[in-house]
């Protein structure tokens, strides 16, 4: 059964079209030219940078009241020219197995559409992991996804990015002082763990905003959480993976899903452009690789398409000399698919080839799918404004 909270009381005032910036998804540097042109002093500004910063990512302030240590008058001039409220949830689910859907609504766009993205947060036993987006909609059009099917497609800026890690911190609860002052506190002090960038979109065809956003969600005085813990999922933009590697330096997944280009030109589109030895040479050259830093290879398990013994020993093949693990996804039903999920017995002795090659190849157990919140089951209707609200946009309302 599924559940939708309404009763959203704690959450942030939020503010449709609010026309001053917000601070978050900001790097410290942009943060300090921010403070700069609000009228901050040179010599204050480093040490005003460094308070905002704490009162933002690690006591998760949602107004500047808050901020007892910085003077009033700065406090309300801070007010006065920028926002650190968080976007707008329009519903929180929760699966049966504890797995939480929100669906968050952006702030309307230039031309005034208002874009919505979902998050999903799967709690495990021995971790937390938060499965976050990058873009609304995706430009790829990978045959067993249904985020492919959306049609309106924008790149989300690193303030949506980083404010998604941060609407899961307000509702489960989970920011320092507020861990501190549980009585039975989650193993190892948080309930997020890990980060993926799983959810809506190629982030690689977003990658400056998601740079900067992993910047912001990996500092270690703010939200914390190290890079060896975020994920980041391509289906193989293969000349962004040596920059993935170097500038943004997050652990790598590949959607790889089939063995020969023939099959992989069908599912995954983007092959016929960078194909699989191309794909496969790039994650040979990723930095930093080792047996403890090893690449994600997500394998969708398709009924007939490519879950073959004989495919299970052509990706041992393929996968000889990179540092990898397999994640088999059974595959998620959505309204209007063509595929269907593997038995479970060819997904086993599938697994059991990668297992007997010496593949860590864990079968993902499917979370969250009363809510439509499993892999590739993301999709947001994203709602143009109605003409009226357009125009008090266009007016500057
Ligand atoms: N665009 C990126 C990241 C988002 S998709 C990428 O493709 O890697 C996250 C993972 O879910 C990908 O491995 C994707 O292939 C997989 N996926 C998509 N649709 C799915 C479905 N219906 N069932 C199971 N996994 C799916
Ligand atoms: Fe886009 Fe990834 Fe879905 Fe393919 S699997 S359509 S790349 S979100």
Redesign the pocket.
């Known amino acids: 059964m599924t559940t939708v909270l309404n009763q959203l009381a704690a959450r942030p005032r939020y503010i449709p079209n609010d026309p001053r910036p917000s601070l978050i998804g900001l790097t410290r540097d942009e943060l300090a030219a921010a403070l700069a042109r609000a009228g901050v002093a040179e010599k204050q500004r480093r040490m005003r940078m460094g308070q905002l910063w704490h009162w933002i990512y690690h006591r998760g302030a949602t107004s500047f009241a808050a901020m007892t240590d910085i003077s009033k008058e700065l406090r309300t001039r801070l007010d006065e020219v920028f926002i650190i409220g968080r976007p707008e949830i329009v519903t929180e689910q929760v699966s049966t197995d504890g797995t939480r859907k929100w669906l968050i609504r952006l702030a309307p766009d230039e031309r005034g559409a208002a874009h919505e993205v979902e998050t999903v947060y799967i709690p495990e036993e021995d971790r937390g992991t938060l499965c976050i987006s990058s873009?609304v909609g995706?430009?790829?059009?990978?045959t067993?996804?249904?985020?492919?099917t959306q049609k309106l497609v924008r790149n989300l800026s690193a303030n949506e990015i980083v404010a998604q890690v941060m609407i899961a911190r307000d509702r489960l609860a989970e920011w320092p002082h507020q861990i501190e002052a549980m009585k039975t506190p989650p193993a190892g002090g948080r309930y997020i763990t890990n980060v993926v960038l799983?959810?809506?979109?190629?982030p690689l065809y977003n990658f400056d905003n998601v740079k900067r956003a992993m910047a912001v969600v990996s500092d270690g005085e703010g939200l914390s959480l190290s890079k060896r813990r975020i994920t980041l999922?391509?289906?193989g933009v293969v000349p962004e993976i040596p920059r993935a590697g170097e500038e943004i330096g997050t652990m790598l997944a590949i959607?790889l899903h089939a063995t020969t280009d023939e099959i992989r030109n069908k599912l995954?589109p983007?092959n016929k452009k960078y194909p699989i030895k191309e794909l496969l040479d790039a994650c040979r050259a990723y930095p930093g690789l080792s047996n403890a830093r090893r690449i994600t290879f997500e394998y969708v398990m398709l009924k007939g398409v490519n879950d073959s013994l004989a495919d299970a020993k052509r990706l041992v093949k393929l996968l000889a000399g990179i540092p990898a693990k397999v994640n088999l996804i059974p595959f998620n039903p959505w309204p209007g698919t063509q595929h269907e999920c593997s038995d479970w017995e060819a997904i086993e002795a599938f697994a059991e080839v990668l297992n007997k090659a010496g593949y860590a190849s864990p079968v993902r157990t499917p979370r969250g799918r009363d809510i439509m919140a499993a892999c590739?089951q993301?999709k947001s209707e994203s709602q143009k404004l109605r003409a009226k609200e357009r125009l008090a946009v266009e007016a500057g309302a």
């Open positions: 873009q995706c430009t790829l059009t990978c067993f996804c249904h985020t492919g799983m959810g809506m979109g190629e999922s391509t289906s959607s995954v983007l590739g993301l």
